[in-house]
């Protein structure tokens, strides 16, 4: 193998056409990320079609990209990994059918990446990234991770043996994911899609106190009874071993939400608004709006009551978050904890783990926000492992939808 240990990492399991070129699992080299945010946004969610559709148009300039970036030519590469799922079935193929292919043509091992592996590797890159080459040893110790995307809301255990890592499942969101419920909230309140940065953004300046939105634990009897759930973010572990403590619910916040738009007349601000953000319907592609960046911007864009909505939602969830995840960790005598996954670019979110992680004494991680939302470098670090235990993808490797971690 060559002594640089280069991989060009690619992924498209949902609406994010990524590539990069990540140097033994520790350096960036480079790392390209195409967003669908304007074909998906006047719809407020992910529409799986146009998702392959674009991804194929950007996989190929997108991978051109990450090594023209990196300065690498794909016989400098020691690998190719790829994300096989879980995530949309017809995405994940255009990118798994292209590094096949690019594999086939230029001699190069194909190494499949778990998702939810790659965010959890994602932390382990930035810390790599950001000490110095000779603490890498340290970071090989195990975490409790949580993983809060628009697609997944896992708690899992990570743990380093003999430069592999393994996972242990702990618990996960019996319907919605967290990301998922930041989408629908910020849909009901007109905003754009995607809706985290939208609300991360707008509850800065809203009371938090305002609406008390709770969480109760979740009962697990009407999953225990064999129920087929519901959405995306359900299908994709089981729920039967799990201990009910550490299982996240996030589909009734939505409704409450919904109900409090509509007793307190915020309905029609909120259409009028969306309407304001997005006037060109019937266009295939969507301006991209900003969210706004100040309180005036915020209140010429919201009544103060939404703003209060918006940062109420936001608490009551990072609060369930925190709770849960403290508590496994406490269970589990687990020190170090690693947060990740699109929601894991929440300020709020950041500032109030940081501050529990503080006080209980034990070591909060994040990636950096970039690294946060989908992306391929942390793909390639996930492989990184996997091509020194030469753990390679067999040749008939397809999409796996709802492919399982721990
Ligand atoms: O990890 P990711 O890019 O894709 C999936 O694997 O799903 O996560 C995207 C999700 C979206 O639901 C988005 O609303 C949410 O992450 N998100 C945020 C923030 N940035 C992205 N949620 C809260 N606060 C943010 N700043
Ligand atoms: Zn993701």
New binding site residues.
């Given amino acids: 193998m060559d002594p640089r240990g280069l991989i060009l990492g690619i992924e498209t399991?949902?609406?994010?056409t990524a590539a990069a070129v990540v140097e033994r699992g520790a350096r960036t080299l480079s790392s390209v990320v195409a967003s669908q945010i304007a074909t998906h946004a006047r719809y407020g969610g992910v529409v799986p079609e146009l998702a392959s559709r674009e991804h194929l148009r950007a996989i190929v300039p997108v991978v051109r990209a990450a090594l023209a970036q990196a300065e690498i030519a794909l016989a400098d590469l020691d690998a190719i990994a790829v994300t096989a799922g879980p995530?949309l079935a017809g995405a994940l193929l255009v990118g798994i059918t292209y590094a096949k292919a690019l594999g086939f043509a230029n001699n190069l091992s194909l190494i499949a990446v778990n998702?939810l592996e790659g965010?959890i590797h994602s932390v382990l890159l930035h810390e790599r990234e950001a000490q110095s080459a000779h603490q890498g040893a340290e970071q090989d110790r195990s975490a409790l991770a949580l993983v809060?995307?628009?697609?997944?809301t896992h708690l899992l255990l990570a743990q380093p043996e003999e430069g592999t890592w393994h996972y242990r499942l702990i618990g996960r969101t019996v319907d919605d994911?967290?990301?998922?419920a930041?989408?629908k909230v910020?849909k009901l309140l007109g905003l754009g899609?995607?809706?985290?940065?939208w609300?991360?953004?707008l509850a800065l300046y809203g009371n938090p106190h305002a609406v008390p939105f709770a969480f109760s634990q979740v009962k697990t009897k009407a999953h225990l009874a064999g129920k087929t759930p519901r959405t995306k973010g359900a299908k994709n572990a089981p729920i039967a071993p799990l201990d009910p403590r550490f299982l996240f619910s996030f589909s009734g916040i939505k409704t409450a939400v919904l109900r409090h738009v509509e007793l307190s007349g915020l309905r029609a601000e909120a259409q009028e608004r969306m309407e304001r953000l997005f006037p060109r319907k019937g266009e295939e592609k969507q301006r991209i709006v900003k969210p706004p960046g100040t309180r005036e911007a915020a209140l010429a864009l919201c009544s103060q009551a939404t703003l209060d909505l918006a940062a109420s939602f936001?608490h009551a969830l990072v609060g369930d978050l925190i709770k849960k995840t403290f508590a496994a960790a406490e269970s589990l005598g687990a020190v170090r904890i690693f947060v990740t996954?699109?929601?894991?670019?929440?300020?709020e979110?950041r500032l109030r783990f940081r501050e529990e992680a503080r006080l209980r004494g034990v070591e909060v991680s994040f990636p950096t926000?970039a690294l946060?939302?989908?992306?391929a470098a942390m793909i390639a670090a996930a492989a990184w492992p996997r091509l020194l235990a030469r753990e390679f993808a067999p040749a008939e490797l397809s999409a796996d939808p709802s492919l399982i971690l721990g």
């Fill in positions: 399991s949902c609406d994010e995530g998702h965010h809060a995307s628009g697609g997944h994911a967290a990301g998922e930041y989408d910020a899609y995607p809706g985290g940065p609300i991360d953004a936001q996954g699109g929601v894991a670019a929440n300020r979110l926000p946060s939302t989908d992306n």
